[in-house]
């Protein structure tokens, strides 16, 4: 498949503007927040443009799309897991990853432990269920810190900090409420993590995250040309 470089280029040239400005409003530093290009059901070749226009970190939701893309890619990139991870799905995808984004029980916690290649700490976010909609994947608010805890006494996995979604179509209030929670919890647990990041934000919202402390942002559809 032919992939529009130059429109890639113009892309991730104004997905990084916005990404400056709203790191502006909030008076922090560009460089304080990274950006994961989402691919999901992306080919290929759009993957290698945006590593080859200089795009250091890819999100993928599917673990078949890991398997399937991955071992095709060249170049230096870091793939995040970011979607649900299924446990019999574990061992199989754990050799292409570098972060899961998606730990959410101790029963998966086990299975990646169980798998991680020997003498290498995988790091991991917990993902928090912020609003509370029954539809998504993510422990409640009040478990975070129990799982946070299993994170950190393990001796295959790092604790790097939280993810969450933000509500699907909400308001600005709405949505800033969600992300505002998932800094509160990491600041309740700094404990744990020290400096942790905050996976938070995709196309629609991710500048409101950012002022509200995300240091991980998901992008995909406005980066990959992709209408809603």
Not at 46 to 66: F, K, P, W
Not at 149 to 163: F, I, W
């Amino acid at each position: 498949m032919m992939v529009d470089v130059d429109g890639v280029k113009r892309r991730l040239e104004s997905v990084r503007e916005r990404i400056e400005s709203a790191c502006t409003r909030a008076g922090r530093s560009v460089e304080s927040v990274t950006l994961i290009a989402v691919t999901k059901t992306q080919p290929v070749e759009m993957l290698q443009a945006l590593i080859d226009c200089g795009v250091t970190d890819l999100g993928e939701n599917r673990v078949s799309e890991i398997l399937d893309k991955t071992p095709f890619l060249q170049g230096e990139f870091t793939m995040h897991l970011i979607g649900h991870l299924q446990t019999n799905k574990v061992a199989r995808v754990l050799p292409f990853v570098q972060m899961v984004q998606s730990v959410d029980r101790d029963r998966l916690i086990e299975y990646i432990e169980r798998y991680v290649p020997p003498e290498t700490r995988l790091p991991v976010l917990v993902e928090v269920n912020t609003t509370g909609e029954p539809s998504k994947h993510g422990c409640l608010p009040d478990d975070c810190r129990k799982i946070m805890e299993r994170v950190a006494m393990s001796n295959k996995l790092v604790p790097a900090g939280l993810m969450t979604i933000g509500p699907l179509g909400a308001e600005e209030k709405q949505t800033r409420e969600a992300f505002s929670l998932l800094r509160t919890l990491a600041e309740r647990n700094s404990d744990i993590v020290a400096r942790p990041h905050l996976s938070m934000g995709m196309s629609g919202d991710f500048e409101w995250a950012i002022e509200e402390g995300a240091t991980m942002v998901r992008i995909g559809s406005i980066l990959c040309g992709v209408r809603n």
